[in-house]
């Protein structure tokens, strides 16, 4: 990676932006939400988007590369302080609403939305940000468990709510970072830091690159002329589920084993496609089919990322395709509705590539298509989908946008 780069909110403190980033309707719409629960106008409004993932999967928690992009969906948080120390939260997708204390934050069996919402309030004050209580309002269009990382988006504009509440300021990586935390301790799910980086440092028209180990990132443009066509398999499985975290304790387990022949490495982001070669046949055959993922993987994404540059969306394609076989079949993490999207997208020569997006077990795939066949790609997926899988997908012809914003609200 070359470099630290700047974007809107990585060369200063995330406090304030303008109204450029989220869709004025959308605010206009969470503060109406906001009145019609709380009985008056919120002070600010936080918004966060989901993401896809064009290429590096299931390798951020493996101090890996990974190459997401934000997308037209996102979560809005509407927000007003209190006087007492109470969040009170309202999330308009359960049309539920939750209360936690400041001074006793704990993970909840239920709703298990608050979870999002009261880790990332206990990891602000765990950087010593004296939180205020605070009425919130959820809204958003990101699809839930549909692997478009609506929980990050959630705890990303909720952070940003309750920083702007709070007249604090934080780095936008220390905001990620605080993020995933909250997923890590109230969630229980041990997520890398992809889709939160993401949601915070996303830029319209730009994927970014991250190193996942050193954290520095790099916005590379997206060529003109293409669109990202993502279709939800509606197959949920929850990340929670243990597979997920079987997955990190195998790559562990890789790293333990092939330690004894490489010394000093931490992650499988240390290990090279040949060193694997040579010392993989030692590991149990799952875990070295797990381990060839992550290595094959993490190559991948840096010719991607090159490819990319070159704008050669051909190249990238190809290991847009490679990438979901080795998630197929190495990873295992892929299912027979997935592998049926990216079929029926390997058909249509304006496709350059497809493959899962996400953590996979159901989820969304994603299509890198020529804008001028991107609506006929979708539609044929609505079409032929449900014949093939008898389900219906949810198809979106998506477009890349800026990452979190907060919009300070007056009447
Ligand atoms: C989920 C996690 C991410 C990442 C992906 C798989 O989205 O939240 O951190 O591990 O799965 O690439």
Same mark, same amino acid.
């Given at each position: 990676?070359?470099?630290? %780069? ?61 190459? $997401?992009?934000?997308? *037209? ?7 007003? $302080? ?21 001074? @006793? ?38 699809? &839930? ?13 909720? !952070?940003?709510?309750?920083? +702007?509440?709070?007249? #604090?300021?934080? +780095? ?6 605080? %993020? ?10 041990? %997520? ?18 991250? *190193? ?19 279709? *939800?398999?509606? &197959? ?30 931490? #992650? ?36 991607? &990322?090159? !490819?990319?540059? @070159? ?18 079949? *190495?990873?295992?993490?892929?299912? $027979? ?7 029926? %997208? ?66």
């Amino acid at each position: 990676m070359e470099s630290h %780069c700047t974007s809107p909110v990585a060369s200063g403190l995330l406090k304030e932006s303008s109204l450029m980033t989220a869709s004025h309707d959308a605010l206009v719409h969470a503060a109406d939400g906001f009145r019609r629960i709380f009985g008056s106008a919120p002070t600010v409004i936080a918004a966060a988007p989901g993401r896809v993932n064009l290429i590096g999967e299931h390798t951020d928690y493996n101090d890996g590369f990974v190459f $997401p992009a934000a997308i *037209d969906l996102s979560i809005r948080v509407a927000a007003r $302080p209190r006087s007492d120390a109470t969040l009170a939260a309202h999330a308009s997708m359960f049309g539920a609403t939750a209360q936690a204390s400041l001074d @006793a934050l704990v993970p909840v069996r239920e709703p298990g939305w608050m979870n999002y919402v009261a880790g990332t309030a206990a990891m602000l004050l765990a950087h010593g940000i004296r939180l205020r209580g605070t009425d919130l309002f959820i809204q958003g269009d990101i699809p &839930v468990g549909a692997g478009l990382s609506s929980s990050a988006a959630l705890e990303v504009a909720t !952070a940003l709510a309750l920083l +702007s509440i709070a007249d #604090a300021a934080l +780095s936008p990586v220390d905001i990620a970072l605080a %993020c995933q935390k909250a997923e890590h301790a109230f969630a229980g799910v041990h %997520c890398g830091v992809m889709d939160q980086f993401i949601s915070v440092l996303g830029k319209r028209d730009h994927a970014l690159f991250v *190193d996942c180990r050193s954290l520095s990132y790099e916005l590379v443009p997206i060529p003109a002329g293409v669109r990202l066509v993502v279709c *939800d398999t509606n &197959v949920k499985r929850a990340l929670t589920s243990s597979a997920y975290n079987e997955r990190r304790a195998d790559c562990a387990a890789g790293v333990a084993a092939l330690s004894k022949h490489l010394p000093g490495i931490t #992650a499988l982001r240390d290990i090279s496609p040949e060193q694997l070669d040579r010392y993989g046949s030692s590991l149990p055959p799952n875990v070295r089919r797990r381990c060839r993922h992550v290595v094959t993987e993490n190559a991948r994404v840096q010719r991607s &990322v090159a !490819a990319l540059r @070159a704008n050669d969306l051909s190249e990238f394609g190809k290991l847009m395709y490679q990438s979901h076989l080795s998630l197929k079949n *190495d990873y295992e993490v892929s299912c $027979p509705e997935l592998d049926t999207i990216v079929d029926i %997208c390997a058909e249509e020569d304006e496709v350059f590539g497809a493959r899962m997006t996400g953590a996979g077990f159901g989820g969304c795939a994603v299509c890198l298509v020529s804008a001028a066949h991107a609506e006929r790609v979708a539609e044929r997926l609505r079409t032929e989908y449900p014949v093939k899988t008898g389900r219906q997908p949810t198809v979106y012809v998506s477009t890349v946008e800026d990452g979190a914003s907060v919009h300070p609200f007056r009447i």
